[in-house]
Every structure is written in structure tokens, then in C-alpha cells.
Nanobody
Framework: QSQLVESGGGLVRNGGSLRLSCAAS????????IGWFRQAPGKEREGVSC????????YYADSVKGRFTIFRDNAKKIVNLQMNSLKPEDTAVYYC???????????????????WGQGTQVTVSS
């Protein structure tokens, strides 16, 4: 059974950058749509950015467009989320998810099915 492992979270100042990585063990993430989701205290989990498993098309929530970039590193078999111009409202636990979904948008707005990682904390100080 595959497991997802996130890394790269931490504490950063307002306007700073972080890169999150999602790796699958023992198998690769080929052909899976991958999504990054986040959940802040007292809020529902939301889809932040997703990438298709077929053509690497991407989807971004309006709140992160122009600041976050999702991309695959095929050599390392991981999916990264580059987060720039971070804001305090980006503070949350970030999770990656893998699933077979038709589009990146479907991945981001879909339900709780699929493989989930354990989450990594991102804290942006003001």
C-alpha cells in the first residue's frame, strides 16, 4: 500500500517563501492526480492546488493564484508546491493527496477518497 509523505513546512515571515514536497513510498506518483490541501484551525479543509495525472494541467484556488506553483519533479518522483509571497492567512496544516481523477480541478474540489499524507505545518508570522 502506498504512503504519502510531505516535507518542507515550517515558520516563515510575511512575504517569505517555502517549498513543500510530496513523495510516495514505495511506488511512484505516475498517473495519479496530486493535490495540496490545507486546513486552518476552525476551518474546513480546502483544495489549494492540484495537478493532473495525465497532462500535468494545473488548478489553483483563487486565494493562491500568482503566488503558488505546483509541479512534478519526475526524476525524484515527487510533486512540489512552491509558495511565494506567503501571508499570515496561509497558515495551516498542508496535506498532499493522490487519487485517480479526470482533471486537476476535480481533484481539488473532490471528496476525501484517495491516499493522504500526514500533513505538514506552515506558519506565516505577521
Amino acid at each position: 500500500q502506498s504512503q504519502l509523505v510531505e516535507s518542507g513546512g515550517g515558520l516563515v515571515r510575511n512575504g517569505g517563501s517555502l517549498r513543500l514536497s510530496c513523495a510516495a513510498s514505495p511506488s511512484s506518483l505516475d498517473y495519479y492526480a496530486i493535490g495540496w490541501f490545507r486546513q486552518a484551525p476552525g476551518k474546513e479543509r480546502e483544495g489549494v492546488s492540484c495537478i493532473s495525472g495525465t497532462d500535468d494541467s494545473t488548478y489553483y484556488a483563487d486565494s493562491v493564484k500568482g503566488r503558488f506553483t505546483i509541479f512534478r519533479d519526475n526524476a525524484k518522483k515527487i510533486v512540489n508546491l512552491q509558495m511565494n509571497s506567503l501571508k499570515p492567512e496561509d497558515t495551516a496544516v498542508y496535506y498532499c493527496k493522490a487519487d485517480i481523477m479526470p482533471t486537476a480541478e476535480a481533484m481539488c474540489v473532490g471528496g476525501p477518497t484517495g491516499y493522504w499524507g500526514q500533513g505538514t505545518q506552515v506558519t506565516v508570522s505577521s
